[in-house]
């Protein structure tokens, strides 16, 4: 029975980060179209993906 749960717990991560890895370029492309003052507003690509590495932001 724990076998089942590790399985299940790492197959709803891998599905995490896949929408995470899929949304990325989203970002970007969303950042760039942004205007000056709304882009420096938000937390820079290397802060996010800091945050999603468990690093602090």
Known sequence: MSGQVVIGVC???AKFVQQ???Q???FYKLAAA???PLKT???S???IERELQGGAA
């Open 11 to 13: 197959w709803c991560v």
């Open 20 to 22: 995470v890895v899929a």
């Open 24 to 26: 990325l370029p989203l």
């Open 34 to 36: 942004l205007p000056g």
């Open 41 to 43: 507003s938000l937390p």
């Open 45 to 47: 690509i290397e802060q």
